[in-house]
C-alpha cells in the first residue's frame, strides 16, 4: 500500500488532556462506582516499580481492575466519555506493557510471576509493542506539529468495523487493529511524512483505487475503503499476505496481526485498547506508551 519511514500517522502526546477529562484520580475522594476506593497501583505519571515481582502485582491488579471498569462500561453501551477509573487503569495497564517492551529481562522476570492466561496476554502485547519499535526510526530534530480530535464512540467504531468486515469478508478485528496502529482509532489527524492520509492512513493513489468515492478522513468511509483493500490483497484467504499489502513489513504485520488476535480472545481487549493514548518521547513518536 505504501512505504513509510515510521508506522501510522505522526501522533500526539494525549496524557494531559485525558487526565483532565477523567476527573478525580484514584487518590481521590471520588471513586469510581463499583471499583475499590482505593487503588495498590502508581498514580498517574509515577515511575514504575522495577522490582519483578513489585511490577508483576501491579499488572495483575491493574488488569483485574481494568476487566471489571470494562465489564460495568460495556453493560452499559459503552458511553461516551469514558469513566475516569477504566481510563486510567487503561493507561497503568500501556504503562507496564511499554516498559517491559523497552527492557527484555525485565520482561521475563515479570511474565514469568503472572498467572497463565495474563502472561499470555502479556507476551502477546509486549511483542507487539516490540515490533512496531522496531520500525520507528531516528527521533526527528524537533518535536512533531500534530492535529489531534476525538475519536468516534467505541460502540459506534465497533459497528462500523463489523459493517465493513461483513461486507468485504475481513475481520473486523483486523480492522480494528490496524486503526489502532494506524491512528489510535482516529485520534490524529495529520498526515504522515509520506503523505498518509484518514485513520487509516491511505495514500492518495491508493484511497481512489479502494476508497469507493469516499472521505478518506471520515472514518466510517476510511475502514470501509481499508477492508476493501485488505480483501483485494487476500484476505480473509492470508491475512498476512493482505496485511504485508497494507505496509510491508514483518514487524508491521506480527503487530496487527498480534492485536487483533487478542480482540479474538477477550471481547474486553478492543474497548482496553480503544483508551490507549499515543505519547512522544523526545520527538519520537511511541504507539503503545511512556517507557
Known sequence: MRRRAA????????????????????????????????????SPGAPLPTDPRALARTLVRVDRRLA????????????????????????????????????????????????????ATATANV???????ALSGPPPATAPRLKTREPLPASELLREFRRAGRRFHVDWQVLAAIDLVESRF?????????????????LPATWRAYGMGGDVRDPRDAIMGAANYLHASGAPASYRRAVFAYNPSDHYVDAVLAYARQMRLDPLAYYAYYN??????????QLTGPR
Open 7 to 42: 508506522v501510522g500517522a505522526v501522533l500526539l502526546a494525549a496524557l494531559l488532556p485525558l487526565l483532565a477529562a477523567c476527573g478525580p484520580s484514584r487518590g481521590g475522594s471520588t471513586p469510581t462506582p463499583g471499583l475499590p476506593a482505593t487503588a495498590e497501583v502508581p
Open 68 to 119: 471489571s471498569g470494562l465489564r460495568q462500561w460495556v453493560a452499559a453501551g459503552a458511553p461516551p466519555p469514558t469513566p475516569s477509573g477504566v481510563a486510567l487503569d487503561a493507561l497503568d495497564q500501556q504503562r507496564v506493557y511499554g516498559t517491559l517492551a523497552s527492557h527484555p529481562s525485565l520482561a521475563r522476570a515479570v511474565i514469568a510471576q503472572l498467572p497463565p492466561e495474563l502472561a
Open 127 to 133: 511483542a507487539a509493542d516490540r515490533a512496531l519499535g
Open 186 to 202: 482516529g485520534r490524529v489527524v495529520s498526515a504522515s511524512s509520506a503523505g498518509a492520509q484518514g485513520p487509516m492512513q491511505f
Open 276 to 285: 490507549w493514548q499515543v505519547f512522544v518521547n523526545g520527538g519520537k513518536t
